[in-house]
């Protein structure tokens, strides 16, 4: 039968594709839902964190343009410090608000922190086909896994630097934010007629990390998840 599809470019680190026993089964619906959960400080009296997963992007259909520029339809590029992902390949963003800083040993003697903060997550992808009428045929359906993907940082967002800046000039709660736009490269390949598409997204084991010896020292911020979009 002839097929049509999508030629993913390679990508620099691997994947997995695995088994529909892993299928991110969630509706088209979701993919504008934002989840925010509370995570407590590693340590008593220490910084406790809120992680909020929003601005996901699940391309329906799934058809990426790796030559595309920026504005263009299925575009997987982003102007420099566009941190929103691409309509074309999708993506997600991870923000982060810590708490409690001011109240740091090390923040109260007015040190300046010199680490930075690290994000990094499971990703599990759900493709296949959609039929003619628009309905997902579950049986074309495959995931692609990443275990501990590391995450973009937003500009200087990274460095606990600023986050102490913030609190020291701003009343409130700061904490770094993150994001993924990720790359054209999977392969779709749908029988005659049917539609290449990404059908769902699943984010777990997601932590956020520091080795900052001065006002946040050696901590991991974790949440087993999962987010879906």
Avoid at 85 to 92: A, D, T, Y
Avoid at 116 to 135: E, I, K, N, V
Wanted: charged share 15%; with cysteine; glycine share 12%.
């Amino acid at each position: 039968m002839p097929r049509t599809g999508i030629r993913g470019v390679l990508a620099r680190f691997g994947v997995a594709l695995l088994a529909t026993t892993g299928l991110v089964l969630t509706g088209p619906n979701a993919a504008h839902a934002s989840t925010v959960v509370e995570i407590p400080a590693p340590t008593a009296g220490g910084v406790s964190m809120t992680m909020n997963f929003h601005g996901a992007r699940v391309p329906q259909p799934y058809t990426p343009d790796p030559d595309a520029i920026y504005s263009e339809p299925n575009t997987c590029q982003l102007y420099a410090r566009q941190f929103d992902p691409s309509p074309g390949c999708g993506g997600f963003k991870l923000g982060t608000v810590l708490h409690n800083v001011r109240e740091q040993p090390g923040y109260k003697a007015g040190l300046v922190p010199s680490g930075d903060f690290y994000a990094y997550a499971d990703t599990d992808r759900t493709f296949g086909c959609l039929r003619p009428d628009g309905s997902f045929d579950h049986s074309t359906s495959f995931v692609v896994h990443q275990e501990q993907r590391r995450l973009s940082s937003v500009y200087i967002e990274g460095g606990a630097s600023g986050v102490v800046y913030r609190n020291r000039q701003y009343s409130g709660d700061f904490g770094p934010n993150w994001f993924v736009n990720f790359t054209p490269i999977v392969d779709v390949d749908c029988p005659t007629g049917m539609t290449p598409t990404q059908y769902g997204l699943k984010l777990s084991n997601v932590r956020v990390t520091i080795d900052d010896p001065e006002i946040f020292g050696t901590t991991t911020w974790s949440y087993p998840g999962p987010f879906y979009a």
